[in-house]
């Protein structure tokens, strides 16, 4: 089965600093896509970030910005000067191989602590 | 603003007695989804639309069905709730272009609770 894993379950960053949430996948295939949602608590999933697998160059979008090694299967999302507002699930995902369908992970809890 | 709206936001309904969800969409999306997600887990999808053709997961219960009368919305009937079945559920929609990079747009969820 093509996974997506991420290795850490919770992680806790202290406010204005930056932060690292982990991805890694599987799949055999050459042209995918890559996201990262965020799911505040009693709030809707909403997309944080998106990659498209054949370019080379890491996606940013403001404090968001992502490590792409598509050699190595990895996905992983830097959250810079990180703010309260940025606490949540945070679940990182995948599609492709000619299907609009969403693999995801199990999610990361971020914490922002004042 | 364009949205993806579910109703109700929290539903409880009895053991085995039939249950409806619903979601519609302003933003004219032909590919809607439905997730269960349970606590502290990912989102597993059920089965999605594209357009009015029916995508059902291999592993999606027999209780569990669709239905997509037009492109804005879009329903989860669960024929018989089990106590298993109690979950977050979440409607999402995307643009299908055919190259599969779309993000996915999602609801707020209905909160399924089974007595």
């Known amino acids: 089965a093509q996974t997506v894993t991420q290795s850490q379950p919770e992680m806790s960053v202290q406010e204005a600093e930056t932060v690292t949430l982990s991805c890694t996948y599987d799949t055999s295939e050459s042209d995918y896509y890559l996201f990262w949602y965020k799911q505040p608590p009693s709030r809707q999933m909403i997309l944080v970030i998106r990659?498209?697998?054949?370019?080379?160059q890491n996606a940013t979008e403001n404090r968001f910005s992502v490590n792409f090694q598509k050699a190595a299967k990895s996905f992983s999302l830097k959250i810079s000067d990180s703010q309260l507002g940025d606490a949540a699930m945070y679940f990182c995902a995948r599609n492709g191989g000619g299907s609009e369908k969403l693999v995801f992970g199990k999610g990361t809890k971020l914490t922002v602590n004042p | 603003d364009a949205m993806v709206i579910q109703n109700p936001r929290y539903q409880v309904t009895q053991f085995g007695k039939p249950v409806t969800l619903s979601c519609s969409q302003t933003l004219n999306h032909n590919v809607m989804y439905w997730y269960q997600q349970k606590s502290s887990q990912a989102p597993k999808l059920l089965f999605h639309y594209y357009d009015k053709d029916f995508n059902n997961e291999a592993d999606t219960p027999d209780n569990f069905q669709s239905r997509r009368p037009n492109t804005s919305f879009c329903f989860l009937d669960i024929r018989s709730p089990g106590l298993g079945d109690a979950a977050m559920y979440l409607c999402?929609?995307?643009?299908?272009?055919?190259?599969?990079?779309?993000?996915?747009?999602f609801g707020d969820g209905t909160r399924l609770s089974i007595l």
């Open positions: 990659q498209e697998a054949y370019k080379q």
């Open positions: 999402a929609t995307s643009r299908g272009t055919g190259g599969f990079n779309q993000p996915q747009h």
